[in-house]
């Protein structure tokens, strides 16, 4: 059964940092990893899709990254800003019309 | 405006009651989800529609009943529920059912007393 870890379940940075938020799962037997955002009382937004055949994509000041065989993904988030406030969360796939096992995501908050 | 709106926003309900969640998406998508989110618990997967038709049931209780009029409409009916089952129920919706990118409504906020 697949697991989904995310550490820590909080964070506080300052404005302007550079970022990672880590992500791990048991089985490396994946078909895509997707990130999302949640802002408080609202649903999950897509932010980054990898496939299993790819290394990582990037969006704006977002980069996700995808190691199979450590059962791996980090979300890169770069000169970080208040806006970016909010709760990420992983989640893989294990085939095509497999669903989603979604991590209890992370918590950040980014101080002016 | 994420395309897929769920109403009510908030839901209060005693455990004899029995209301409905609905669900509507404007992006042309086929495929149809129901999630759970409980405090420190990660999302749980509901049930999964795709063309109309129900192809998961992750082991619901049968106190939540989903329909699926078309591929634009999903509703979940709850009836007899207990205080566990206080939760946000996220609807979301995909081109197709091979995990494509899921779009999530807001939720709805359900409280059981």
């Known amino acids: 059964k697949q697991e989904v870890t995310q550490i820590p379940a909080a964070l506080s940075v300052p404005e302007g940092e550079n970022l990672v938020l880590n992500c791990s799962f048991t089985?490396?037997?994946?078909?895509?990893l997707q990130w999302f955002r949640q802002d408080p009382g609202k649903g999950l937004t897509s932010l980054l899709l990898?496939?299993?055949?790819?290394r990582e994509q990037t969006s704006g000041r977002l980069n996700a990254s995808l190691d199979k065989s450590s059962g791996r993904s980090t979300l890169y988030i770069a000169a970080s800003q208040p806006g970016d406030s909010a709760t990420y969360l992983c989640?893989?796939?294990?085939?095509?019309?497999?669903?989603?096992?979604f991590g209890k995501g992370i918590t950040l908050s980014v101080r002016p | 405006e994420t395309g897929v709106t769920q109403t009510p926003r908030h839901l209060v309900m005693g455990m004899t009651n029995k209301k409905s969640l609905k669900c509507e998406q404007h992006?042309?998508?086929?495929?149809m989800y129901w999630y759970k989110q409980s405090a420190k618990k990660p999302l749980e997967l509901m049930f999964v529609?795709?063309?109309?038709?129900?192809?998961e049931n992750n082991s619901v209780p049968s106190r939540f009943s989903p329909e699926c009029p078309n591929s634009s409409h999903l509703f979940l009916h709850l009836h007899t529920l207990q205080p566990e089952d206080s939760a946000l129920y996220l609807c979301?919706?995909?081109?197709?059912?091979?995990?494509?990118?899921?779009?999530f409504g807001n939720g709805t906020r359900l409280t059981v007393t």
């Open positions: 979301a919706s995909s081109l197709q059912v091979d995990n494509s990118p899921l779009h």
């Open positions: 989640a893989v796939s294990s085939g095509a019309n497999s669903k989603l096992t």
């Open positions: 089985d490396s037997a994946i078909y895509n």
């Open positions: 990898i496939q299993s055949s790819q």
């Open positions: 529609y795709n063309f109309k038709e129900q192809t």
């Open positions: 992006l042309g998508h086929n495929a």
